[in-house]
């Protein structure tokens, strides 16, 4: 694992730290030793290949997936994460890929999911007031919580489903790829969303594929490798470290083109 010098010391307190986490299917080895801490108020980008073990990460932390071996700490307490609901009430949400929304149910139907307050007679305004509130704390963009989730953007659907995650006042929150089916300006609004979460002392945990959006918001970047670590990175690490951590190749195109460059300005420096 390379500890690279620059990286900035966190500041917050550590919420979540995880040692020697492995997992394995059969004889599938999904995680071997991993390590992993989180803090208050900082984003963590979870990035690296296909099969490299991101989403049986975050399957282990919201409780859908025991590890095989190792500790979790959570808030300086050794802990275990038998179920979701234990993760949850613990403090640890997840917003998964599939945003898992009710597209016929409105976006206070949404929030409130499972979580209905006084279940046997709905409190519609309690409800509707506190997702209004949730959504305004995140200075989000919804023109209408009584509209289905059916007729919202992709941005907007992602914003509901981190405003459901907050609903219980976690320390961490999970995200897997909430940026990887938006557009420019979509992607835009959820990464502003991502440090206004930041901002209220959370610790995030982004899983990405776009090394764009990653630097734009992650304080560090984990790089997960056939589900070993591979490296922590500043967020103004170069393109070429972080696909030559992610890929395991020090010869790839980024690294190629990187060097040519490198060699071009040389020879350029060396004429007269
Ligand atoms: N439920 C499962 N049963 C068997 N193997 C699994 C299961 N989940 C994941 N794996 C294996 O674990 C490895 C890591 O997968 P995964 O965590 O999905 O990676 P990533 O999310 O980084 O693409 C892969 O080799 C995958 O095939
Ligand atoms: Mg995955």
Same mark, same amino acid.
């Given at each position: ?9 966190? *500041?917050?307190?550590?919420? @979540? /730290?995880? $040692?020697?986490? =492995? ?5 599938? !080895?999904?995680?071997? %030793?991993?390590d ?22 975050v ?9 095989s ?18 993760a ?10 599939d ?33 209004? *509130?949730?959504?305004?704390? @995140? /200075?989000? $963009?919804?023109? =209408? ?5 059916? !007729?919202?953007?992709? %941005? ?31 992607t ?47 967020p ?37």
């Amino acid at each position: 694992m390379t500890d690279n010098p620059n990286m900035p010391t966190p *500041t917050g307190e550590r919420i @979540l /730290s995880l $040692r020697g986490i =492995s997992k394995n299917f059969g004889a599938v !080895s999904a995680l071997t %030793g991993i390590d992993l801490d989180v803090h208050a108020g900082e984003v963590v980008a979870l990035v690296g290949d296909n099969g490299a073990g991101k989403s049986t990460l975050v399957k282990i932390l919201s409780g859908v997936h025991r590890p095989s071996s190792g500790t979790i700490t959570f808030a300086g307490r050794e802990v275990n994460l038998p179920d979701p609901g234990s993760a949850l009430a613990l403090g640890i949400a997840t917003v998964f890929q599939d945003l898992a929304l009710c597209e016929n149910l409105d976006v206070v139907a949404n929030i409130f999911l499972g979580k209905e307050l006084n279940p046997l007679r709905l409190d519609e305004v309690a409800m509707e007031i506190k997702a209004w *509130t949730l959504l305004n704390e @995140l /200075s989000a $963009r919804i023109p =209408s919580v009584r509209e289905p989730v059916a !007729s919202l953007s992709g %941005g907007q659907r992602q914003t509901v489903a981190i405003a459901r995650s907050l609903l219980l006042d976690p320390r961490i929150i999970l995200l897997d790829e909430p940026t990887a089916a938006l557009g420019v300006a979509q992607t835009a609004e959820v990464l502003d969303l991502i440090e206004r979460v930041r901002a209220r002392g959370l610790g995030v945990v982004m899983i990405s594929h776009n090394m764009e959006d990653v630097r734009a918001v992650a304080d560090r970047i984990v790089v997960l490798r056939l589900g070993k670590n591979n490296g922590v990175f500043p967020p103004d690490a170069s393109n070429q470290d972080l696909v030559s951590a992610i890929t395991g190749a020090d010869n790839n195109a980024v690294s190629r083109r990187a060097n040519r460059r490198q060699a071009q300005a040389t020879s350029q420096e060396a004429q007269p």
